[in-house]
Nanobody
């Protein structure tokens, strides 16, 4: 069985920071790109970031570039998303997903976690 599990979400004040994690079981994480997506109620699921197998290549949406940083520890089968300078519009459920190749399209990812809620208050 392949499972991804997000953790680290919570409530934070605008301007604050939060780090969410994605832990994988049932697959060799080092062979996969990992994408981060988020979805707020009534809105489409939005690409946030992605990180390559080695961690040397990263992609970010324009809305989070300069504020969010993705990293990974393949020995721990874990990917992280460090979120700084958080804004109320960052409020959403954050999901991690895995795929063999890079994509910013949620529909192309093979494995998904259940999500973790991030709420940013004004």
């Amino acid at each position: 069985q392949v499972q991804l599990e997000e953790s680290g979400g919570g409530l934070v004040q605008a301007g604050g920071s939060l780090r969410v994690s994605c832990a994988a079981t049932g697959l060799t994480f080092s062979r996969y790109y990992v994408g981060w997506f988020r979805q707020a109620p009534g809105k489409e699921r939005e690409f946030v970031a992605a990180i390559s197998w080695s961690g040397n290549t990263r992609y970010y949406s324009d809305s989070v570039k300069g504020r969010f940083t993705a990293s990974r520890d393949n020995a721990k089968n874990t990917v992280y998303l460090q979120m700084n300078s958080l804004k109320p519009e960052d409020t959403a459920v954050y999901y991690c997903a895995a795929r063999r190749e890079y994509s910013d399209s949620a529909s192309l990812y093979d494995y998904w976690g259940q999500g973790t809620q991030v709420t940013v208050s004004s």
